[in-house]
């Protein structure tokens, strides 16, 4: 189970009734939503998650995080008011940066004191159980003291600036990345003044702590939908996809209990869709697809290949084939025609899709690449040659963004694919290097390259290494002599 990291985020306005709030554009190297726009805030430090008062140790680390990512310190002298920044202010927060002094001991050198009631309390959201990293990320208001003035240092953050909901937005549907919770916040507040924003956003947080899914759009009118499924471990969790406004598809609904089915259909109520997309047939991918047809009474869609696998399981139809353009309505940045391209891509599956959305960019991967583990090929259905090629071709498209079935996503699709191919070659290059000592059997050199792999998770290493020796005897490398023995040529 994935560690869960208290963390705090600050809504800073300019003063009471302020439309504005102040937003920072994280770099793209941060592994955390790097290259989005976000507001400020982080995680706690070890002395703040040790607190007796957890909300008093959130709004500390809220004012920490704001001090050390904007320069606003919302933090009072003894006679109640802020202090000005001065060049002994930014001496420490250039040691605060560089952990060379903690918060506590800085505010006690300047006679300064975090209060309560500067810091109002929005709400918390939990990073839901589909990516590896989480955050319980409490959200606050703040007001930007007189006298003081946002600055953005190089470093981990690009850029900041005052914005308003209607900008943020515009932006966002121009193509900019927003954190989920960053769209979603704007969208509740609208053009309601932000210290609104307990009362606007605070039921709605609350919805998601009592199990809702969340509201999560990385792009407009495309929504990602995690699913508890019947993955392998670590990924347990598949990513659907509602995408379009009209006409607007379902991408792998995997969901197989009901009570998770029941969470997907709470979102898919609201919001009429035309069909059921597969990427391709493994039952973390298909789980619910059946009963979302059925409910609301529309066709399922994927590849010929696939719909062989799935015969006698449910009913295809419409087969999909490289090339083929789905509609999805209007672009929302230009309200220029809009469509998903289908990519056939077998390797891991024999009738395996990908999809992608040419104006934003958007590569919906399916199982071709995770952000969170590599990506099983299992012969006879799983083929690493075709992998290989199929991940060479998603990589030569202009792709902004990756949305991979399994993992959150990422706004680096080049450098994850090239990942997945690092990997491989390395696995390969270990493969020849135990079969340049001699001739192997298959188990033994699963055993050797897959040391320490827990052993419900063996047949699968296997799998993974007989894909390797395929591809080697294909590639005129290695050859099977027999009772499954193998060597190197």
């Known amino acids: 189970m994935s560690v869960i990291t208290p963390a705090a985020s600050v809504l800073l306005t300019r003063g009471l009734g302020s ?33 007796s008062d957890p909300l008093q140790a959130r709004r500390f680390a809220a004012c920490r995080e704001l001090f050390e990512e904007t320069g606003v310190l919302v933090a009072r002298k003894s006679d109640g008011s802020f202090p000005a920044i001065t060049d002994a202010l930014n001496d420490g927060r250039r040691q605060l940066l560089l952990d060379q002094l903690s918060f506590e001991e800085f505010l006690g050198q300047h006679g300064l004191a975090v209060h309560a009631a500067d810091f109002a309390l929005i709400g918390e959201i939990t990073t839901p159980a589909f990516a590896p990293a989480r955050y319980a990320t409490t959200f606050f208001v703040a007001h930007q003291p007189a006298g003081q003035d946002a600055d953005i240092w190089p470093g981990e953050l690009e850029h900041g600036e005052w914005v308003d909901a209607a900008t943020m937005l515009a932006r966002w549907r121009d193509g900019a990345f927003v954190t989920p919770p960053s769209v979603m916040t704007m969208q509740f507040l609208g053009d309601q003044p932000i210290d609104e924003a307990p009362r606007l956003l605070g039921p709605m947080f609350q919805r998601l702590v009592d199990g809702a899914i ?4 990385f792009a407009p009118d495309v929504q990602m939908i995690p699913l508890k499924t019947v993955g392998l471990p670590p990924s347990t969790y598949t990513n659907a996809f509602l995408v379009g406004n009209g006409p607007r598809y379902l991408i792998d609904p995997g969901a197989h209990e009901p009570d998770e089915q029941q969470r997907l259909f709470d979102v898919l109520d609201a919001q009429p869709f035309d069909a ?108 690493l040659v075709e992998y290989l090629a199929s991940l060479q071709r998603l990589r030569a498209l202009p792709a902004r963004m990756l949305l991979p079935a399994h993992g959150n996503v990422s706004v680096q699709p080049t450098q994850v694919i090239d990942g997945a191919l ?20 298959v188990d033994d050199l699963t055993a050797r390259l897959y040391r320490g ?37």
């Open 422 to 441: 690092e990997h491989r070659a390395k696995r390969e290059k270990q493969l020849l290097d135990a079969l340049a000592e001699g001739p192997a059997a």
């Open 276 to 383: 059921v997309v597969l990427t391709h047939h493994h039952p973390d991918h298909v789980g619910a697809a059946t009963v979302c047809a059925d409910r609301y009474r529309v066709p399922i869609w994927t590849h010929a290949r696939t719909a062989e696998r799935l015969q006698g399981r449910m009913a295809i139809q419409r087969l999909l084939q490289d090339g083929d353009r789905l509609d999805i309505g209007k672009c929302p940045a230009d309200g220029q025609p809009w469509y998903l391209e289908a990519v056939y891509t077998p390797g891991h599956a024999v009738g395996h899709l990908a999809f992608f959305e040419p104006h934003y960019g958007l590569l919906f991967a399916g199982d071709m690449v995770s952000t969170v583990t590599s990506i099983v090929i299992a012969p006879p259905d799983g083929n």
């Open 214 to 217: 969340h509201p999560i759009f």
């Open 19 to 51: 439309r504005e709030v102040y937003a920072i554009l994280r770099g793209r190297q941060l592994k955390f939503f790097g290259g989005f726009w976000a507001f400020p805030g982080g995680k706690l430090t070890h002395l703040e998650g040790e607190s």
């Open 453 to 489: 792999t827990p052993e419900t998770l063996m047949r699968f290493a296997r799998a993974q290494l007989v894909a390797g020796l395929l591809k080697l005897q294909h590639d005129g490398r290695a050859r099977e002599l027999d009772a499954q023995r193998w060597r190197v040529i």
